[in-house]
Nanobody, 121 residues
């Protein structure tokens, strides 16, 4: 399933952005949805994941980011508050089936094209 992200942009430190992710097809086929990010010269890293009402966050974004899923709108969101320059990266939406919210990119089989988030100081 192809995923499509939107909502990236440029903000100043302390600002907020909300990313959205929807499938290009009619419905999500993945039970687990995750957000990852990749900064220049760095590996892709886990940001947050959701399965039903269960969520998991990377330590670096806990208390600042919130992942949510609206099945009626067929969309997954990542609300990002108190953004810092170190949050600058391309953010990717990913999906997988199963019961475990993995934090390793290779465990996900559906990916979006990514959306750029730039935070200036």
């Amino acid at each position: 399933v192809q995923l499509v992200e939107s909502g990236g942009g440029s903000v100043q430190a302390g600002g907020s952005l909300r990313l959205s992710c929807a499938p290009s097809g009619p419905t999500f086929s993945s039970s687990i949805m995750g957000w990852f990010r990749q900064a220049p010269g760095k590996e892709r890293e886990f940001v947050a994941g959701i399965r039903n009402s269960v969520t998991l966050y990377a330590t670096s974004v806990k208390e600042r980011f919130t992942i949510s899923r609206d099945n009626a709108k067929n969309t997954v969101y990542l609300q990002m508050n108190s953004l810092q320059p170190e949050d600058t990266a391309v953010y990717y939406c990913a999906g997988r089936t199963g019961v475990v919210i993995h934090q390793v990119p290779s465990q996900y089989d559906s990916w979006g094209q990514g959306t750029q988030v730039t935070v200036s100081s």
